[in-house]
């Protein structure tokens, strides 16, 4: 049996992880829950699981959770502290990092200082400070356990072969609901357009990011970061049916592939189980009845996020950072209907064009870069509307 912590459990990822735990047979227990504002979801949550640790972001929400009815006994924490104490439960075996965003950086560092194993959702982690976050795990001799399915692809790919075999990783992308359109057209698409997703279901943010292929940029990154491969050696291929998860390619040419139904339990259960699989009562995948795999390479031109990833990537320190802060801003602002969808890009280039990036010697570099990129993204926002600027979500 392994314990667990979940950080984000009331999210998509933290949903599914609970599912696989629910239907595990025992060899998955729950010892703690980490919430942000969803208290009806995370109620039901502490019922089925009942866990010894909850930890939620205001003592407002705390207040509203203890006086919930009918809740089993169970410490109730909030804010930063809070978060740092369910990521660093002694009896935890491993801690999910399933929050939203850079919000996720804390606590996964928390839980590597702890010397944890983390099974990464949070792609921000390695986004924004990925040296630093991979020099935590290696001086405790942590483990940094792929959830994404195109990380977990491509872990599963790299299994038993050796590192310098490889010539490329191969990520695939949906394409998101606006492959087919022109950017002219994708100029009045709104953020209702933006988050119906054709194949996964996930939160606003991230969808938002998969419209754009910011996400599959901030993928790029953090495979670079994940598994030390330069990221001029990382490709990008648009795979509208979600069957090939990922690939790698091996210098004899032969190329690896993962291929499963687009479920994230599959990633989730191999990442919670490693080195061994969990059994999933899951639709196997039958090629008889897939539709014929399609393969395409993405216009950076029409997806400019994209290639602002990669140009981020090459120049390495706090690039990333500023990036990812950018588009957070960006689009956040759009979410809420106050920019364009084409203008999260501008924002984004415009901020990144602007900050000279530094070496990542430390979390105050990090959190220095991120406060910049925020508040030069908010102005840039303000200039567009009279709303007022979001708040910093690193603290």
Not at 87 to 103: L, N, R, T
Not at 325 to 333: H, I, R
Request: proline share 5%; with cysteine; aromatic share 4%.
């Amino acid at each position: 049996m392994k314990t667990i912590s979940v950080l984000g459990s009331t999210g998509s990822i933290g949903k599914n992880v609970l599912d696989v735990a629910a239907r595990s047979n025992g060899q998955i227990k729950v010892v703690g829950l980490g919430a942000g504002k969803n208290i009806a979801l995370l109620a039901e949550q502490i019922r089925l699981f009942r866990p010894r640790l909850v930890t939620v972001m205001t003592p407002e929400l705390a207040k509203k959770l203890t006086n919930t009815p009918g809740l089993p006994r169970t410490q109730i924490l909030y804010g930063k502290a809070g978060y740092r104490a369910l990521a660093q439960m002694p009896e935890v075996d491993i801690v999910v990092s399933a929050m939203v965003g850079a919000a996720g950086l804390i606590p996964t560092i928390a839980a590597l200082d702890a010397g944890k194993d983390v099974a990464l959702a949070n792609k921000e982690s390695l986004v924004t400070a990925g040296p630093l976050v991979k020099a935590i795990a290696d001086k405790n001799n942590c483990r940094l356990l792929p959830v994404d399915s195109e990380h977990s692809a491509i872990f599963q790919c790299m299994a038993g072969n050796r590192k310098e075999d490889i010539k490329r990783l191969i990520l695939t992308a949906s394409g998101g609901p606006f492959k087919d359109m022109s950017q002219e057209e994708m100029a009045n698409v709104t953020a209702e357009d933006a988050i119906k997703h054709p194949t996964w279901s996930m939160g606003a943010k991230i969808s938002v990011d998969s419209a754009t292929l910011m996400n599959k940029g901030l993928e790029v990154i953090e495979a670079s970061c994940l598994f030390d491969i330069r990221v001029d050696l990382i490709d990008v291929l648009i795979h509208p049916q979600s069957i090939v998860h990922s690939m790698v390619e091996y210098s004899d040419g032969s190329i690896v592939a993962q291929m499963a139904v687009p479920d994230m339990r599959i990633p989730i259960a191999y990442a919670l189980a490693w080195p061994e699989r969990m059994k999933l009562d899951i639709p196997a995948l039958d090629l008889t009845k897939t539709a014929p795999l399609t393969f395409e390479r993405p216009s950076m031109d029409k997806f400019p996020c994209l290639s602002m990833a990669y140009r981020a990537a090459k120049v390495g320190g706090t690039a990333t950072t500023i990036l990812n802060g950018a588009n957070e801003v960006a689009v956040e602002a759009f979410l809420e209907g106050r920019i364009g969808f084409n203008t999260i890009a501008d924002i984004v280039n415009e901020v990144l064009s602007s900050i000279a990036p530094e070496e990542i010697n430390g979390l105050d570099d990090v959190l220095r870069a991120d406060a910049l990129a925020r508040l030069k993204a908010d102005n840039l926002v303000q200039c567009m509307t009279s709303a007022p600027p979001s708040r910093s979500i690193i603290t």
